[in-house]
């Protein structure tokens, strides 16, 4: 009997581990961000060969933004909150294909692939795996999640004391050699990305997730276009 409960458990925990997280193509949940917010700027990195592999990545075929419709909601709040300060939006990354993700991890394994060594200049290739810098399964896959900064409104440059996807402790958002004008400016978008509903993480400043995501145990696929 102890045996036959035992040969249970193990079936019902791997049964567990294998669907904890789903594939989906459904799209039906997403929204561009020009549909909400019509004064963003965009720099879709993945989309151009401009980010540390090197080479336009997967499953961009237009420079577009997408985000689930709760998140996008959202980030119209922190952006009506940041308008009124001054500033507007850039957007580098939002929903992310899982085939992008794919394509990063398979780059990382290409040991005759080195990228653009400008975003890693102090690592090897091989740590940003182990390092979890870049992981084979992404919180943007889930469709909640952006990478973004800010401009003034008539389109002058922020200094924010790092740039996008540079894999360094520059990066971390309490770095400690930033002048006083660049913590404040992440202090700005931080304000205001936290206040409507956005968390953050400890190794990049231009990172937030939603809280409340509508699709925490799912990862979409469908292309960007």
């Known amino acids: 009997m102890k045996k036959i409960f035992l040969i249970t458990a193990i079936i019902f925990g791997f049964s567990q581990a294998l669907f904890a997280s789903q594939i989906s193509y459904d799209k039906s949940g997403f929204a561009p961000v020009y549909s909400v917010i019509d004064d963003a700027v965009y720099d879709i990195r993945y989309y151009s060969p401009y980010n540390f592999t090197g080479n336009k990545i997967q499953g961009y075929k237009a420079p577009v933004a997408y985000m689930t419709k709760e998140a996008l909601d959202a980030l119209s709040v922190a952006a009506d909150d940041l308008r009124q300060q001054g500033y507007r939006l850039l957007i580098w990354d939002t929903y992310r294909p899982q085939k992008a993700v794919d394509n990063f991890v398979k780059w990382i394994n290409d040991p005759e692939d080195e990228g653009n060594k ?3 200049p102090e690592l090897k290739k091989s740590d940003l795996l182990k390092g979890n810098y870049i992981m084979e399964k992404s919180g943007h896959t889930r469709g909640s999640t952006i990478d973004l900064t800010i401009i003034k409104c008539d389109g002058s440059f922020v200094d924010m004391g790092g740039t996008f996807d540079l894999f360094s402790e520059i990066s971390h958002p309490d770095y400690k050699k930033l002048t006083k004008e660049q913590k404040n400016n992440r202090k700005i978008l931080h304000n ?15 990172h937030y997730t939603l ?3 509508p699709y925490p145990d799912t990862y979409f696929d469908f292309d960007v276009e």
């Open 118 to 120: 400008t975003f890693y």
């Open 192 to 206: 205001a990305m936290i206040k409507a509903g956005f968390k953050e993480i400890d190794s990049e400043w231009w």
């Open 211 to 213: 809280k409340n995501e």
